[in-house]
């Protein structure tokens, strides 16, 4: 088998095995406490697929993980680790709320592309400084996105508390809901998924999966960024400019965690209420983008397999008697596998060496 060849196999092999290895260990342990996992997976499955609106929802929770996941696969490309994809996304959820609130009276079309247009502005700004802080001054982005995740947080929580005008306030700590003109839900897709909701998320999610994998496959840019994460030095030599691209990639990835935001505002929730933490959307979306191998269509089915389990383990206490806390064991595993890929592909790449080993040896024998 060509080197080609065994790669592609091994980036559909390792993730499966992944899942199949998370699976497995959850099931261990509903054992060792108790529980039966037969039940507990079965219940996780009936709930996740009992009706058209638990179907919705499962596209609902997809969709910002999507664009989380994007934004980590971009960055990564270039060789960084955006830990700050939660603050990201919250800036652009904060933003876009402020927005759909402030113009409650303008058409609907110039009231969501403004919302939308400033979400994703909020998280690009948001990603950018520390972009900028690695090409410049070489500082860790790992450090500073974590801590920009702090600094983001309790700006939300001031802007809603002290910035935001009384007259757009329910109650402390939360906005009231956007208008129907600055708001991502329709009616078709809300009778289609027997009310759950569903909104265009998914939609703009989808058409992102596509111009993201045009842009690194398809463009200079693209080329550009992954070069520079391959070899930022031979990059340099070649003519590019690494800072440049640095800087562009965090931009990007943080343009695109600010639409998950987006969509959780004015699509999920429809308003903003003060976080106590960082947004799971923003680690679960690197999860996704581990487990999708950063591709599009990988991204795309992971986001799809986490809103199963996130769906799902709600269902799980009330059929089966297993604690929700088990479905984050499961993820919580399969992201371990996938931490440990390299040492799954040693072993494939071994198997795959000693068949070729016997192969030769039986055309030398003959």
Do not use: C
């Not at 664009?67 to 830990?83: C, D, E, H, Y």
């Not at 990603?127 to 996105?145: H, K």
């Not at 398809?218 to 030095?233: D, R």
């Amino acid at each position: 088998m060509s080197n080609l060849k065994f790669n592609k196999l091994n980036r559909i092999l390792v993730p499966l095995f992944s899942i199949l290895m998370g699976f497995i260990l959850g099931a261990i342990i509903m054992v060792v406490f108790g529980y039966n996992p037969i039940l507990g997976y079965q219940a996780m499955f009936e709930t996740a697929f009992r009706s058209p609106k638990s179907i919705g929802e499962i596209f609902v929770m997809a969709g910002p993980l999507i664009f989380t996941a994007l934004g980590f696969a971009v960055a990564n490309s270039a060789g960084f680790f955006n830990i700050g994809l939660s603050g990201q996304a919250l800036a652009g959820w904060v933003a876009s709320v402020w927005v759909g609130l402030v113009m409650h009276d303008s058409p609907r079309f110039i009231t969501i592309i403004t919302a939308v247009v400033v979400g994703v502005v909020a998280g690009a700004i948001a990603a950018a400084i520390p972009g900028f802080l690695r090409a410049y001054f070489g500082t860790s982005e790992v450090i500073v996105t974590i801590m920009m995740n702090y600094i983001l947080l309790h700006i939300s929580t001031h802007i809603v508390n002290n910035v935001i005008a009384k007259q757009y306030i329910s109650t402390k700590g939360t906005t009231k809901m956007v208008g129907a003109n600055a708001s991502l839900r329709t009616e078709f897709l809300n009778q289609i998924s027997n009310g759950s909701r569903l909104n265009m998320g998914i939609i703009f999610a989808i058409i992102a999966l596509v111009v993201v994998w045009f842009l690194m496959k398809k463009t200079t840019l693209g080329f550009e960024i992954t070069s520079v994460g391959l070899n930022p030095f031979a990059s340099e030599y070649a003519g590019m400019s690494s800072k440049r691209i640095i800087v562009l990639s965090m931009v990007i990835s943080g343009a695109l965690a600010g639409l998950g935001g987006v969509v959780y505002g004015l699509g999920t929730f429809g308003n903003f209420f003060v976080q106590g933490g960082s947004l799971s959307i923003g680690f679960d979306g690197m999860a996704v983008s581990l487990l999708g191998g950063g591709s599009s269509i990988g991204i795309l089915l992971s986001a799809l397999l986490f809103s199963i389990l996130k769906l799902g383990g709600q269902g799980m206490p009330m059929i089966a008697g297993v604690p929700t806390e088990l479905v984050d064991v499961v993820i919580a595993a399969i992201i371990f596998f996938i931490g440990i890929s390299y040492l799954i592909k040693f072993i494939l790449k071994k198997i795959e060496t000693k068949k070729s080993e016997k192969v030769a040896k039986g055309g030398q024998a003959s």
